[in-house]
């Protein structure tokens, strides 16, 4: 006979209730499965999975694997802001309960190490060899003793520090510090905006497949064995899933509002200028509409970052990019050639047949035993127009084929390829 697995919209967890006796007749595999996705909760007398919606596969698995075959709904959904100022509720408990448990560990290492700290200073009670009486053997069992309840007493020291670190980590989180840092509430606006495009991909999937069942069309074969209940079940769930992040989106975006949103973009973040991002100093190489192409100027390396992630700017002097302030390189007549990254030899060439300020057109030519081949235009082949650009990673002038390969300056003299530039 089958079970219901209980879903709580509350916690957006999945429990399991079933008596202590039967867990115990469970065979050891499927509690060693048990234990690795369901924690038992006192609180709520039931199995409670590890995991929260959605990412609850794995426990739905492991339930539908001990006999919990159907679902049954409890609770009421919470908004993204009550499961946050719980979040914070339950966080700031945690910092009272580690503050006690800090304060508690460091009276007891204070109580171990007071017997040995009367004897400081007592150099004889320290230094006196073990005499092979009953008077010495019991001095030296006594000093023995209270030398480790010294020692364990560095031991409770330790653990109040460590109480003391979990504290503070949970009294930050208590305190939503990070909904004051621009660029971790854009992270996560922006990870909102991605899974509520990927789950409306899944909508508009969901609907063709139920489209195709009522019309007698066939779906292909991952899904052709999947009911009409079951794609509806996806639809129902994936819709809630996209009002939970719409939700979600418009809580980070409220609390990125309230601080005066995000102070850096294109307008006023221009290529040349030094700006701090993470604590270094950064050159700005190209300012692109949502990110900015930033040269590090410590390590040389050019890394793209958000306009959140910018904290300040240092010296706003522009600098023009090398495409607009000087001439491309490329001249009528020159070949330039794709070369196989493993030895570097030729497979496909063009020859430049028109140029202009901005741009050149090329058409590919033939290549014999490893040689392009001037003027020799492959039949059938077209001009092709492309615009020279200046590799942002090297500062180097570049044409790319319509595959995205770099291609580079052949020199008939000497047979060599020369990097473009």
Known sequence: MSRNYIKNLETGKIELHFSKEEYQSLPEESKKQLKSNFLFSRFSSAWVSRAKEPNLYHAIQTAKQLGFTEEQRTGERLSFAEQQERKADRAEARAERFDTYATNAAKRAKSLQA????????????T?????????????????????????????????EYFRERAATARATAEQSKLSDSAYLDNRIRECEKTIK?????????????????????????????SQE????????????????????????????????????????KPGYIVKIRGSQYQIVKAN??????????????????????????????????????PHPYQVGEILVACRPADGSIYKAYQVTVRTEKTIQIQQIQVENGKPMPGAFVPGSKPERKKPTVR?????????????????????????????G
Not at 115 to 120: I, M, P, V
Not at 290 to 318: F, P
Request: charged share 30%; net charge neutral.
């Open 128 to 160: 006196q060899p073990n005499i092979n009486s009953s008077k010495g053997r019991a001095f030296t069992n006594q000093r023995n003793k209270i030398i480790a309840r010294y020692e364990k007493g560095f031991e409770e020291y330790r653990k109040s």
């Open 115 to 126: 017997e040995f700290n009367k004897y400081r200073g007592d150099i004889a009670f320290l």
């Open 392 to 420: 942002k990673w090297t500062g180097q002038w570049a044409v790319y084929d319509n595959n995205d390969w770099q291609l580079y300056k052949y020199s008939a003299q000497n047979q060599d390829v020369a990097v473009s």
């Open 198 to 226: 990927k789950l409306t991909e899944n909508i508009v999937k969901y609907e063709q497949l139920l489209y195709n069942i009522e019309n007698g069309i066939e779906n292909d074969h991952f899904y052709k064995n999947h």
């Open 289 to 326: 509409p949502k990110t900015v192409d930033a040269r590090c100027l410590t390590t040389g390396m050019i890394l793209n970052y958000n306009y959140s992630e910018i904290q300040k700017i240092i010296k706003a002097e522009e600098v023009k990019p090398k495409e607009e302030t000087k």
């Open 230 to 269: 079951q794609i509806e079940k996806w639809l129902s769930e994936t819709l809630e899933r996209i009002e939970a992040e719409i939700d979600k989106q418009a809580y980070f975006q409220n609390a990125l509002d309230a601080i005066g949103g995000i102070g850096f973009s294109r307008e006023n973040i």
